[in-house]
């Protein structure tokens, strides 16, 4: 042996590497070097163990696995070897013959992470219960009987009851699927946890919103929340103390306005960073949500770095019978609210149709966001366009972005592909200046008609704007492949 493997930290660093291969690699790896020596023998099964798809392999070391004997059971030192080496464990099937152990036995003590998904719901508490418990994540999943979603979600619900008085150091919780109300209180119970994602569609309820509301330790909040009333959640919140998300910082909501801005609201001022925002039940045009943008003006100047907005309402909702144009869609208007977000590093905007702003209103973003690394106002897709849409922007916008948005890494724009062919890269401003913008690494771009005849002199007009542009994200295959070929040739 190597005189540097007798280094139990360079031995450590080395079986770290080989977890690090390409499946089925590291188990056939792990398991030769667990019979090599001694010395190896422990580092190498405590990598082996430490993820487990199941609990088949430790059933297997249990003298009664045949299910042909009966009778609570004591497990042996061999279990106890390998049991107590497993951090994660993932079930996708119930067991279905187990010997019955004792309900308060901790069977893998060092157990940190737990995946339940489908049948996997139904396993029995004392196989996936520990104090080291620290992220928990269930997919109720689908059946054809109502029935066992019922059952999947009450399993699971008696298994958080059980988590939250054994593990006090739970800090993250996933669920996907139907909630019952026995799985809805479970989960406002846990008021200790710091990051939840809930999709439980229409079986989350404004009630427990409203209790996670009031968990102290918050920083991540997940939820789809589109089924609760935003009376039903006011009306929740009032039977709780406050402060309300005194320490949540990270916010992805799927919800309607009114809710949204209920949220919001009740937000701590100067706490939260990030916000994503899937944006529902929209029938009043665009201006709705200009009280959302001042009720983050008033609350999150200081602190929002990150804001994302997906308003999925269709454009025709907004018409009016008597004029087929669609109505102004996210105008500087709209946006102005937003410009006291001095510490703003993202803003992005996914829509049916693009924003409404010109090549001076995005230098206007500029100079309020002096600081932007990111920004997505959507890229042209015609065929889901009306026909009477007209583009604002043009080529002239890259020049405004090199001039008032110089540290932006990723950008994408409505603006027509075939307009940039005519600009040749040129990024001349306004007042006559040609300036270069050197820090742009990803460009998103619309779908561009006849792309085998224009590529070449497209992707030669985009390296000539942003020369340093490592990905461009483009529907029209000729158009990525030639810039693929470009750049590889140009680092070579």
């Keep these: 042996m190597h005189h540097a493997l007798l280094i139990d930290e360079i031995l450590q660093l080395v079986f770290d590497f080989c977890t690090e291969l390409p499946e089925p690699e590291p188990r056939w790896t792990l398991c030769q070097l667990a019979r090599c020596c001694r010395a190896w023998k422990d580092p190498a099964l405590d990598r082996l163990w430490s993820r487990i798809d199941g609990v088949a392999p430790l059933v297997s070391l249990l003298p009664c696995a045949s299910g042909k004997e009966t009778g609570i059971l004591k497990v042996s030192s061999a279990f106890s070897a390998y049991a107590q080496r497993v951090k994660e464990m993932i079930s996708h099937h119930s067991i279905l013959r187990t010997p019955s152990l004792d309900p308060s036995m901790v069977l893998m003590p060092r157990l940190e992470a737990v995946t339940l998904s489908f049948h996997g719901c139904m396993i029995p508490n004392a196989w996936i219960t520990s104090p080291h418990l620290r992220r928990i994540s269930v997919n109720i999943g689908f059946a054809y009987d109502p029935q066992a979603t019922i059952d999947r979600s009450n399993m699971v619900a008696d298994y958080l009851q059980q988590v939250r008085r054994c593990a006090p150091n739970m800090r993250s919780l996933q ?56 009376a039903d959640f006011e009306d929740a919140l009032s039977r709780h103390p406050g402060p309300y998300f005194p320490a949540l910082e990270v916010l992805d909501i799927r919800t309607s306005r009114p809710l949204l801005s209920a949220v919001l609201e009740h937000l701590c001022t100067g706490v939260l960073t990030k916000l994503r925002a899937d944006v529902r039940q929209c029938s009043h045009g665009r201006n709705y949500v200009k009280g959302v943008f001042e009720l983050l003006a008033r609350k999150m100047a200081d602190s929002l770095k990150e804001l994302d907005i997906e308003d999925v309402a269709d454009y025709d909702e907004d018409s009016t019978h008597d004029s087929p144009m669609p109505p102004s869609w996210y105008s500087i208007s709209t946006l102005s609210p937003l410009a006291v977000l001095k510490q703003l590093r993202r803003f992005a905007i996914h829509s049916v149709l693009p924003p409404d702003l010109s090549d001076s209103d995005v230098g206007l973003l500029g100079k309020w966001w002096p600081s932007l690394q990111h920004l997505h106002l959507g890229a042209v897709d015609t065929d889901c366009l009306p026909p009477e849409w007209q583009a604002r922007m043009t080529p002239a916008v890259f020049g405004v972005v090199a001039q008032f948005l110089p540290h932006l890494e990723t950008l994408a724009l409505p603006i027509l592909p075939v307009e940039l062919l005519s600009s040749g890269g040129d990024l001349t401003t306004s007042n006559g200046l040609v300036r270069c913008h050197k820090t742009l690494r990803s460009l998103a771009i619309g779908d561009v008609p006849d792309g085998s005849a224009c ?35 140009r680092a070579v």
């Design 455 to 489: 590529a070449s002199t497209l992707v030669t007009a985009i390296l000539t704007a942003f020369p340093s542009l490592t990905t461009l994200d483009c529907p029209t295959h000729e158009v990525t492949e030639r810039f693929s070929a470009v750049t590889t040739n």
């Design 175 to 230: 669920i996907r699927g139907r909630m019952t109300e026995p799985l809805n209180i479970a989960v406002a119970s846990m008021n200790h946890l710091r990051d939840v994602t809930i999709h439980g569609n229409c079986f989350f309820t404004g009630e427990t919103l409203a209790a996670m509301a009031t968990f102290p330790n918050l920083r991540i909040l997940n939820v789809h929340a589109n089924a609760i009333q935003h």
